[in-house]
């Protein structure tokens, strides 16, 4: 056993993990920049209260997950680890006055989220999140065009057979008479809830629907629907966010039992699952329209859409699927030395090539030339640099290592003579 191992419910990215990370990112980059999206950062960590008010108080994530920061003295502040996204971009859009940008403010971001939940399977307490936010479009087209983004990034990374679950939740003109009628059906049905379910009934009963106590399924199951319940502008609404969504080609599914474990939200909601594996560890990535977040988080009530894609989930259903491709990171060349103590030679070849942008690997043990040679081919490097003493009047031998072949080339044509093999190797 080590002494020291990564902390619970968090995994190191070794780099054939990081490998797809990388590819992901790349991918979620190259596709918001398609779809006209800007890159932000914002800090890992907040005040506590830009989540505890823009997520919700009785929310899980508020309740139970939120990593908070223990205070030093000095400092009076409550900072929390970021759980999602949003609330601290919404909190950056307020701060640097975004609402005077051409609207919708478009941002992407990419990065590790945290919540000190229970680890298991596919739950971790740090893990990443692709992020898109729209903020300033009150919709419904955008919707749809948020939600067919989300569903081409699983299609391009390779994940088969993304399903897109879609609901409406409502709004402020809606909700609380819909709230009442869940209320009064939940308290008929009071001696049959688990405690922790009856406290949450009377503070946040939206919560009960998505519960993952299995006591609940049956009742939730004939709870009223809030798509029987939606207002006119809503149900306007959500009509058109389907219309647009049948028109782009997205499969989707009207799931009324979901209404995300965020405060937040008003109107469409949605998730995406690999098809016949819906339930709560599942989601590979969920997202909604947040009407109210901008205001409650102090700007002037601005209207915003986003969605965040978990990758350590799209990582494994790739993995589950046999879509991940191991990469090829071997260098080009290596550069290795008649003489076993010569490694400035060495260095000083590599260093001229890596400054010619090629990818090489100096050997820098002490050992015969022989045995350099030996290590140089397994790898899956495609060429040695042996130099020998031709390197006095400025000339090495380059062996192709993959077809048995050697040739002495002058050191002045070198960086040219590989790149042109590279390419060659490439494309043909
Ligand atoms: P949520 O905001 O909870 O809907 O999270 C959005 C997405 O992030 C989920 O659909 C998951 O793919 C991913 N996700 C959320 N929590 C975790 C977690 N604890 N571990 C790994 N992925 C997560």
Known sequence: MPTFRAPRGTRDLLPEDRAVFDRLMRLGADLTHRYGYRAIETPLFEQAAVFERGIG??????EKELFRIAPRTEEAESWALRPEPTAGIVRAYVQHGMQTWPQPVKLTTTGPMFRYDRPQAGRYRQFWQFDVEAIGDAGPAIDAEIIELGHRFYAEAGVEGVEVLVNSIGDPACRPAYIATLTEYYRGHAAKLPPTEMDRLERNVLRLLDSKDPDMAEINAAA???TDHLCEACSAHFESVKAHLTALGVPFRVDSGLVRGLDYYTRTAFEFYVAGRAGQQQALGGGGRYDGLVALLGGKPTPGIGFG????????????QGHIVPTDTSPLAVVVSADPDDTISRLRIASLLRGAR?????????????RQLEGAGKD???????LGDELADGHVQVRD????????????????????????????
């Open 57 to 62: 108080e009785v929310t899980d994530v508020v």
């Open 224 to 226: 009223p629907r809030i």
């Open 309 to 320: 894609l978990g990758l350590d989930r799209v990582a494994l259903v790739l993995a589950e």
């Open 358 to 370: 090629l990818a090489v690997r100096a050997d820098l043990g002490r050992r015969k030339l022989g």
């Open 380 to 386: 899956g490097t495609h060429f040695a640099v042996i």
């Open 401 to 428: 290592l993959q077809a048995g072949t050697q040739r002495v080339v002058a050191l002045d044509d070198l960086a040219r003579e590989l790149a042109r093999a590279e390419a060659s190797h490439h494309h043909g």
